[in-house]
């Protein structure tokens, strides 16, 4: 499975770029990881969206899913015709409407608010919690 992390926002503070490096690790043997940052601008986002991916767009809005509804969602797209999900993590703004409307799913991680940063690491920890689920591996729950 191809897993494509579209971003807006470069990190800055190390501890957080140690924290991304080492989920990306971590998820090396489950997936092919790609990260690419782009401007916070719909258009270059838009344009980074693979067409034959599953596109996945972080919002305020998304709906909710469990660590084990989100392994489900992965394990069907992984064994459909979609092999490939893109996730898309906008600025201190929030995704352009035009991006969201793109996404075949809107995905929330919390009710609360994170820094774009906050998100993306977030994220990385449940995609690999959520390939442990799959292979059938003890996680700490």
């Known amino acids: 499975m191809i897993i494509r992390i579209i971003c807006v926002g470069k990190i800055k503070e190390s501890y957080m770029a140690q924290g991304i490096a080492d989920y990306a690790a971590r998820l090396a043997p489950y997936c092919r990881l790609e990260i690419a940052v782009v401007a916070d601008e719909a258009a270059k986002i838009l344009a ?8 996945i767009a972080l919002t ?3 709906q909710s899913l469990s660590s084990a509804a989100l392994a489900d969602k992965l394990r069907h797209l992984a064994i459909s015709a979609r092999p490939r999900v893109d996730f898309i993590i906008g600025g201190s703004d929030g995704l352009p409407p035009q991006v969201a409307n793109a ?5 929330c991680l919390s009710a609360m608010t994170f820094p774009h940063q906050l998100a993306r690491l977030i994220l990385l920890e449940q995609l690999y919690r959520a390939f442990r689920i799959i292979s059938g591996e003890p996680y700490h729950k």
């Open 48 to 55: 980074r969206l693979a067409p034959d991916a599953y596109k």
């Open 103 to 107: 996404a075949d799913m809107r995905l």
């Open 60 to 62: 305020l809005d998304g």
